[in-house]
């Protein structure tokens, strides 16, 4: 029986034999047991349902969105949350709930922009290091040395500083600081892999180092990569924010939440919903990367039981 005309009634199964008949049916096991792995950790469970959510949010913002997000209204400046203002109002009397759904739109581009550039070049990079060894490894890993002897935060701030404000400009430089460790993972595991049988077999049928680094070692360092990749999200968010706050990331009047956040430390005093409703949207969604990346770790862990 084909696996397109595989009964329902079986599908249980199917997915816990003991040999699968095909890769897909192989593929759709792991699969399950990640998803069985991912159910018993109810706090990974937690960030899931809550990235979903915020992906869901950014997804459907206009349709969300009570007010104009740009329309001020200095006779509803300050106002707290009510009725009419689920969020309040900020200084100039924007709908702060309107510009936090909004804003969800620039935080995740940003994270998964960054995310992006940074993990591939920091792969590349770790694997080509590992593998090829020598002087290669050395002025690689030197490389490596130098960009993580300043807090992430610090080289960022260096960066945009000389390319200037702006969102593009500011993925920029939180890829190029985010990048370095992922290069150290890499090469860490591309040292034990280039050791391996199946690698020295590989050599011997006459494939290229190229070759050897994109087909055989970066795949195996892959899973490594995306859990590190994924418990930096958090990372890369709070640098986002702290751009933004300084007022070298997203410009005024975007919605963005590290903006938000410095418009409103002014006010905390008397309007503390303004300072405090964006804060809050930092906090929960680095912690449901942090939470979700925890799981995915055990998920993608080839030594998890």
């Not at 992906?55 to 997000?69: F, G, N, Q």
């Amino acid at each position: 029986m084909s696996d397109a005309s595989l009964p329902t009634s079986s599908l249980g199964a199917w997915l816990r034999a003991p040999v699968p008949a095909s890769p897909f049916q192989a593929r759709m096991q792991a699969l399950w047991l990640g998803w069985r792995r991912l159910r018993s950790n109810p706090p990974a469970l937690a960030g899931a349902a809550i990235l979903l959510l915020l992906v869901a949010v950014a997804v459907s913002a206009p349709l969300l969105a009570t007010h104009d997000i740009y329309a001020q209204d200095l006779t509803a400046r300050l106002r707290p949350p009510s009725a009419a203002h689920w969020l309040g109002t900020d200084d100039l009397g924007r709908d702060i709930y309107s510009r936090l759904v909004f804003g969800s739109r620039i935080t995740l581009y940003i994270a998964f922009l960054a995310a992006l550039i940074a993990a591939p070049l920091g792969l590349v990079i770790g694997t080509t290091a590992g593998y090829l060894g020598g002087w290669t490894d050395t002025i690689l890993m030197r490389l490596v040395d130098i960009f993580l002897s300043f807090p992430s935060l610090i080289l960022a701030l260096a960066f945009v500083a000389a390319l200037g404000p702006g969102i593009e400009n500011a993925i920029i430089a939180i890829s190029l600081a985010a990048w370095p460790p992922i290069a150290r993972l890499a090469r860490a595991e591309t040292l034990t892999v280039r050791k391996s049988d199946y690698i020295a077999a590989v050599r011997l049928q006459g494939a290229s180092r190229l070759r050897i680094i994109l087909h055989h070692v970066v795949p195996m360092c892959l899973p490594s990569v995306i859990v590190r990749i994924t418990l930096n999200m958090a990372g890369i968010i709070l640098t986002a924010a702290g751009l933004g706050f300084l007022g070298l990331g997203a410009q005024p009047p975007s919605p963005e939440w590290g903006a938000m956040l410095s418009t409103g430390r002014q006010f905390v005093m008397t309007s503390w919903w303004i300072a405090a409703i964006p804060g809050c949207a930092i906090l929960f969604t680095s912690l449901a990367f942090n939470l979700f990346g925890d799981g995915l770790r055990d998920i993608l862990d080839p030594r998890h039981g």
